[in-house]
Every structure is written in structure tokens, then in C-alpha cells.
């Protein structure tokens, strides 16, 4: 029953032996729910919360970021971008509107990181 808890488009499957042991059962099943639910941390996708500082000036603009995570689907795929002369043009084409400086920024961030494989 525990692994049907953790993922929320099944339904469990409580057992039931008898009428008697209903509420007993219902009040196991909250229980072991609610501390399912508490210890577990929550879901954080990476490039989402990051994508916004990854910037010399933070954080990223919405809009930037959309079209940023629409070309990019990872932090690797922007640094990349941001450290090779095609994608820094790449940048530039696809994030100079409204602004410009928005993509410079981006590469300049990149300019001073430090990359490993």
C-alpha cells in the first residue's frame, strides 16, 4: 500500500476483511497518508528554480526565461549556449527583443564560470 501512496494517479487499494474493521482501517490508511505527505520534501525542478540567476543581472525576465527554457532544456544546454560561438549568436538572435542586453547578461554569466563534464 505504501507505494501506491507515493505516486497520486493511482488509487490504493485498501483492504477491507471485514464491516467491523472498517473505521480502524480508513483511520490506518489517514494516518499512514498524512505521514507520507509530511516527510517526503517537496519536488523541486531544477532548471525552473535556477534558470532565473543564471544572469549577471538577476533575476532573468519572464519572458526571457520561456524562450530561454524553449531553446534550452537544461542548465548544461545554456551553458553550453553561452560558451560556444553559435549558441552565443543563438542567444542574441532569439532573446534581443524586448531587450538586448538580457542575452548578454546570460553569456557573460557563463564567461566566468567554471565548466566540468
Avoid at 54 to 64: D, R, V
Avoid at 106 to 111: A, D, P, T
Wanted: aromatic share 8%; glycine share 2%; hydrophobic share 40%.
Amino acid at each position: 500500500m505504501q507505494s501506491s501512496l507515493i505516486n497520486p494517479f493511482n488509487m490504493p487499494v485498501i483492504p477491507l476483511y471485514s464491516f467491523d474493521s472498517l473505521r480502524a482501517t480508513l483511520f490506518a490508511f489517514q494516518r499512514q497518508l498524512i505521514q507520507s505527505r509530511s516527510t517526503r520534501p517537496p519536488q523541486v525542478n531544477v532548471m525552473t528554480a535556477l534558470l532565473p540567476y543564471c544572469s549577471n543581472g538577476p533575476p532573468i525576465p519572464e519572458h526571457a526565461r520561456t524562450v530561454l527554457s524553449n531553446i534550452c532544456r537544461s542548465i548544461p544546454e545554456i551553458a553550453q549556449a553561452a560558451t560556444t560561438p553559435d549558441g552565443r549568436e543563438g542567444l542574441r538572435r532569439y532573446l534581443s527583443d524586448p531587450n538586448p542586453a538580457v542575452a548578454e547578461d546570460i553569456i557573460h554569466f557563463w564567461k566566468e564560470e567554471i565548466i566540468f563534464d
